[in-house]
Nanobody, 127 residues
Framework: QVQLVESGGGLVQAGGSLRLSCAAS????????MGWFRQAPGKEREFVAA????????YYADSVKGRFTISRVNAKNTVYLQMNSLKLEDTAVYYC????????????????????WGKGTLVTVSS
């Protein structure tokens, strides 16, 4: 069992930055691949970024590539999402998720494939 708790959301102006954190419980964090998803009002949950067990492989959605960076520190049981150059359309609830197997290709990273979820943190980008 893995419990995930997101933090770091808030209100930011367009063009600004935020760093989200996801803290995991348990001693097996390093055996899980981690993903970030987001859900905007009235829309389906969508994939944002993923990272494998060691951090050596990452995937990004095209909409965030070059602006967002996913990373992890296994010693701290934490995965991060650094978000730069934020846009209005980045407004959403951001969720972290865990899955034991690395999913390939990128299109395999769907909400249905995740094993565990956090409760989310709201990011609001204003003009």
């Amino acid at each position: 069992q893995v419990q995930l708790v997101e933090s770091g959301g808030g209100l930011v102006q367009a063009g600004g930055s935020l760093r989200l954190s996801c803290a995991a419980s348990g001693r097996t964090f390093s055996s899980y691949c981690m993903g970030w998803f987001r859900q905007a009002p009235g829309k389906e949950r969508e994939f944002v970024a993923a990272i494998n067990w060691s951090g050596s492989y990452t995937y990004y959605a095209d909409s965030v590539k070059g602006r967002f960076t996913i990373s992890r520190v296994n010693a701290k049981n934490t995965v991060y999402l650094q978000m730069n150059s934020l846009k209005l359309e980045d407004t959403a609830v951001y969720y972290c998720a865990a899955v034991q197997n690395w999913l390939s290709p990128r299109s395999s990273w769907s909400p249905e494939g995740m094993d565990y979820w956090g409760k989310g943190t709201l990011v609001t980008v204003s003009s």
